[in-house]
């Protein structure tokens, strides 16, 4: 039981460069979620899904884009990278059609740098 | 729009001290609260949690804390800090199930 993995773990990218990050959880969770954190700022949620083919924007989604194919796997995308985006990103999972209060279970991170 | 503030950026406690940790929130509701601690270089695990019932909560790692709605807070306390708890703390209110976080206090303990 790996719970949540990200792919991957660094990343340096090139200003306009496009890339894909890969969330994966194996505890069969509706909702996942993107979020970034950044120095002062704690974390901000960027786009997050309440189960497969459904996506929704959260507080910072510019520059952002989505994907839940697959009930397991939640797929962030920069289609044109920008300094600005910077930052350590996570991936969260919780299993919560309908409830409150349930813990959110949290990946290890991806490192982005973007010069 | 709900709202967490963490007031403390850093703070330093003796090995085997006290420890509070500052929480305050913006909220109509009730709130439910979280803290999450943050090693370094690790995703975020849930300490504790409060949504209803007694309002002392007890956590992970010997950590509880306090609901108190006449002071909108939700602070963290640990009675003997140990080492491995230097770490980033977040305190956390959730909104329409999802979660707005604060912008995290960062401990660091001392010999």
């Known amino acids: 039981n790996a719970g949540v993995t990200q792919t991957p773990k660094f990343r340096v990218l090139k200003t306009g460069q496009s890339m894909t990050l890969l969330c994966a959880q194996d505890?069969?969770?509706?909702?996942m979620y993107w979020y970034r954190q950044d120095p002062g700022m704690g974390l901000r949620l960027i786009h997050y899904?309440?189960?497969?083919?459904?996506?929704a924007k959260g507080e910072v989604p510019d520059g952002y884009n989505v994907s839940r194919l697959k009930k397991q796997n939640f797929l962030l995308g920069l289609e044109s990278a920008a300094p600005s985006q910077t930052s350590v990103y996570f991936c969260a999972s919780s299993h919560n059609p309908g409830r409150v209060g349930v813990e959110q279970y949290f990946g290890p991170g991806t490192r982005l740098t973007v010069t | 729009a709900q709202s967490v503030t963490q007031p403390d950026i850093h703070i330093t406690v003796s090995e085997g001290a006290s420890l509070e940790l500052r929480c305050n929130y913006s909220?109509?509701?009730?709130?439910?609260l979280f803290w999450y601690v943050q090693s370094p270089g690790q995703g975020l695990q849930l300490l504790l949690k409060?949504?209803?019932?007694?309002?002392l909560v007890q956590g992970i790692k010997g950590f509880e804390a306090e609901f108190k709605r006449s002071q909108s807070s939700f602070n963290l306390r640990k009675p003997s800090v140990h080492w491995s708890d230097a770490a980033e703390y977040f305190c956390a209110v959730e909104s329409f199930q999802k979660l707005v976080f604060g912008t995290g206090t960062r401990l660091l303990v001392s010999p």
């Open positions: 899904s309440v189960g497969e083919g459904t996506t």
């Open positions: 909220y109509g509701a009730t709130p439910y």
């Open positions: 505890m069969n969770h509706e909702y």
């Open positions: 409060y949504f209803s019932g007694d309002t």
